[in-house]
C-alpha cells in the first residue's frame, strides 16, 4: 500500500493520529499537496460519503472521519496556498436566527472541506441580514442555511428575502437542510437545493457548480 493509500485509510477509518505524520511524511518525500489532498483526503471522503449512503457508516462514523480529514488537511493548506490551489467553490455556512443547533452544519462543513470547497462557517443563530453582508463581502457561489428546530425554519425563508431585497439573490445559490426541513418546503420558500444529509450536501453542492 502506497502512502497516499495509508492516508486514503487512516481518514476513512477516523485515524487523525496516523493521518498527520503520514500526511507530513510524504510532504517530506516530495508528493505534491495537491496530490495529498485529491488522492488521499478528499478520496477518502467521498468513500466515506458513499459508506454513508449505503448505510455501513453513520454519522459518528463520518464525524470521526471529517476531523481526521481536517487534520490533515491542516498541514496541507499552507503548501497549497503557496502552490496557488484554488478550492473548487466557496460556501457560507450558518444555522439560521434563532437556532442553536451546530452538530449538523458542523459536518456539512467538514464534509464540503473534504470536498475540495473552501468553507466559512458564520456559526449559530445567524441573522438574514450577517448572510447578505457574507455574500457582499465574502463572495461566495452557496450560502448554506441549517436549521434543527420547525420554529426557526422560516427564517430561511426570510433569509431569501432578504438576499432579495438586497439585490444579492442572483449572485448565489441557497442550499438547505437540516432535521424539519423538506423538498417541498425547499421549493416553496425558492431555495436552490436541499440536502437531507452532510453527504448529500457535498452532491447537491457540486451539482450546483455543475460538477
Known sequence: ????????????????????????????????????????????????????????????????????????????????????????GRVVLGTVKGDLHDIGKNLVGMMLEGAGFEVIDLGTDVAPDQFVEAVKDKRPQIIGLSALLTTTMPSMKTTIQALESANARGQVKVMIGGAPVTQKYADEIGADAYAADASSATARARALLGR
Not at 492516508?7 to 511524511?25: F, L
Not at 466515506?48 to 449505503?54: A, D, I, P, T
Request: glycine share 6%.
Open 1 to 88: 500500500m502506497s502512502l497516499i493509500q495509508e492516508i486514503r485509510q487512516a481518514v476513512i477509518e477516523g485515524q487523525a493520529k496516523t493521518v498527520v505524520p503520514k500526511v507530513e511524511q510524504a510532504l517530506k518525500e516530495g508528493t505534491a499537496a495537491d496530490k495529498i489532498l485529491q488522492d488521499g483526503l478528499i478520496d477518502a471522503m467521498r468513500e466515506v460519503g458513499r459508506l454513508f449512503e449505503e448505510g455501513e457508516f453513520f454519522v459518528p462514523e463520518m464525524l470521526i472521519a471529517a476531523r481526521a480529514m481536517k487534520e490533515g488537511l491542516a498541514i496541507l493548506k499552507p503548501r497549497l496556498l503557496e502552490a496557488k490551489v484554488e478550492p473548487i
